[in-house]
């Protein structure tokens, strides 16, 4: 029987090493699996390469994370948001590598990942200094620039439902980057609000099936609030 | 800046309402974070323009009253909006292989300088700047069929935001097709700048005296 559910926070970070690629999802405060942050923190993996559209907020979670000198480089569309405060102070002081991805290179980098494409060419940066250092190719008359795959060790989301099997439906715009992380990792693990049994998910319904999930936590927390 | 005392800049309302009246029924639109946003309160209701937010919302609705905030649904710009009837979300990869397929009908962006060769520079202000936000400006000005900018036609000290060539770090390149200012409405066309309308006592020498980059009118 296939049970991808864990009764606790630590057997959910179980195995996260020193120096892993770790994929947070997330958009601004929606969606973010903050739970899972928080047992990240607790459970002690660092020198951690974090991708995350934003940097953190506050002094909690990712922003904590980055306060506490775990994580070595972050790969991000959006450092700099109200309250980006821990990431300005650890940026000024060359406490950590920033990479400057656009948004929809950065969710394409992660899809190739998942799907086994190890680059592709896009228009998106051609002529910016983003493109600094990058292949460039002129293919039917338009310029383009090599990017490639960008996969993670782990993957932290967040989900609306899961069963046992892993299979995950999302709310709203929370889904955002969950999905896609959820493929492009060698360790996928969920944070769900509801629990459900195996067989109650629309298949219609079902965003993520729970082939790219490895473990799942019950983490019925209530609402989101924007930050 | 005397030479314009005679004319009557639009308000930031009054450019959004512009744009607004552009935008035809049917297409599918992203507005970018800040002025563009609001274009989206002077399309009318009925009219069924449809709004995209790169974080996975098409059909992005007005925002909600206080008692009916649905708060996993917010937009680019992180703030509560509403799905309107017919409208459905997507994953990340999804949202912007729908800006870098091509899929969108127009985006409107602000900026700090647009190039009469089409350039816009809109995501950093400096090539000292080692940590500038650039989110999906530089998708959507290479991925969407058609970009406008919406922006002040001068900046606070009086310099022009319309130029020969960006001094900013641009964002994209020949990316823009019309520009939206408090004085004018220009196009930019394969010989530069060309204007389609200005504000009311405003002449097309005024104009080009406060413009770095030449002006004509369009025939």
């Known amino acids: ?227 | 800046m005397n030479a314009l005392d005679a004319c009557k800049p639009l308000t930031r309302t009054e450019m959004a309402a512009r744009v607004a009246r552009d935008i035809p029924e049917g297409w599918y639109v992203n507005l970018g974070i800040g002025a563009p946003l609001q274009i989206a309160d002077y399309v009318p209701a009925e009219c069924e323009v449809i709004f995209h937010s790169e974080n996975g919302v098409l059909g992005m609705g007005p925002a909600p009253a206080p008692n009916e905030i649905n708060r996993w649904l917010i937009n680019a710009g992180k703030q509560y909006v509403t799905l309107r009837t017919g409208g459905s979300y997507m994953h990340h990869a999804d949202s912007f292989a729908l800006i870098r397929g091509g899929h969108l009908d127009l985006c409107v962006l602000g900026a700090f300088q647009v190039a009469e060769n089409g350039d816009i520079a809109n995501w950093s202000t400096s090539d000292n700047d080692t940590a500038p936000a650039v989110g999906g400006a530089m998708d959507l000005a290479a991925g969407t069929r058609q970009l406008w900018v919406l922006m002040e036609h001068l900046t606070k000290s009086g310099d022009s935001r319309l130029v020969h060539r960006c001094t900013y770090p641009v964002t994209a390149l020949g990316a823009v097709k019309r520009v939206y200012t408090n004085l004018a409405v220009l196009d930019v066309t394969n010989e530069g700048f060309a204007i389609r309308e200005m504000v009311p006592g405003l002449t097309l020498d005024v104009l080009q005296k406060v413009t770095d980059a030449p002006l004509r009118m369009a025939i």
């Open chain 1, 1 to 227: 029987m296939i049970n991808k559910l864990v009764e606790s926070m630590a057997e959910a970070m179980a195995g996260i090493r020193d120096g892993a690629v770790v994929l947070l999802g997330g958009f601004g405060s929606i969606g973010q699996p903050n739970a899972l942050v928080d047992g990240l923190i607790e459970q002690g993996a660092t020198d951690l390469t974090v991708v995350s559209n934003n940097a953190g907020t506050g002094r909690t979670g990712l922003a904590r994370l980055l306060e506490l000198g775990r994580v070595r480089k972050i790969i991000c569309s959006y450092p700099r948001s109200a309250g980006s405060v821990v990431f300005e102070e650890v940026y000024r002081t060359g406490k950590i590598e920033l990479e400057i991805v656009p948004q929809g290179t950065m969710s394409e980098r992660m899809r190739a990942a998942g799907a086994g494409i190890p680059a592709f060419y896009t228009a998106t940066a051609v002529g910016t200094k983003l493109a600094a250092g990058k292949e460039e190719r002129e293919i039917a008359g338009r310029r383009y620039l090599l990017e490639e795959a960008l996969p993670g060790d782990v993957a932290l989301i967040e989900a609306w439902e899961a069963d046992r099997w892993g299979n995950l439906t999302y709310r709203s715009s929370a889904r955002n980057f969950n999905p896609v992380m959820a493929t492009a990792a060698a360790l996928t693990i969920a944070q769900a609000q509801h629990i459900v049994e195996l067989g109650a998910l629309d298949p219609e319904k079902i965003v993520t099936p729970g082939v790219y999930v490895k473990r799942v936590l019950h983490v019925p927390y209530g609402e989101p609030t924007v930050t």
